[in-house]
């Protein structure tokens, strides 16, 4: 399975953006998907997971009520929505996958990742 992260981009203060990541090769269907963040000179951090059912999701407490993560019932994309974007979101947002129906949020337990996509919140 291979990931491919995008709908970034560059938005005012408040705005919002969704983000896709879509499965190629194979479905992710028995994945654990999540997104994860890494802005310039911090380390890379857990934004959201969802199970492989969907049916529990996972959120950061800084984006908590503002981002909803989802995924499609064929599970061949996942999405980020996101709202009341602040400049101190801006930063390359990756998807990941995990086999299995757990979400975690340490970077080290997903084995799958996409190519990062680029978010930037100014005015």
């Known amino acids: 399975v291979q990931l491919q992260a995008s709908g970034g981009g560059l938005v005012q203060p408040g705005g919002s953006l969704r983000l896709s990541c879509a499965a190629s090769g194979r479905t992710f269907i028995n994945h654990a998907v999540a997104w994860f963040r890494q802005a310039p000179g911090k380390e890379r951090e857990f934004v959201a997971g969802?199970?492989?059912?969907?049916?529990?999701?996972s959120y950061a407490y800084f984006v908590k009520g503002r981002f909803t993560i989802s995924r499609d019932s064929a599970k061949t994309t996942a999405y980020l929505q996101m709202g009341s974007l602040t400049p101190e979101d801006t930063a390359v947002y990756y998807c990941?996958?995990?086999?299995?129906?757990?979400?975690?949020?340490?970077?080290?337990?997903?084995?799958?990742w996409g190519q990062g996509t680029q978010v930037t919140v100014s005015s």
């Open positions: 969802i199970s492989v059912n969907a049916g529990e999701t």
């Open positions: 990941a996958g995990r086999y299995g129906g757990a979400i975690h949020t340490s970077a080290p337990m997903y084995t799958i």
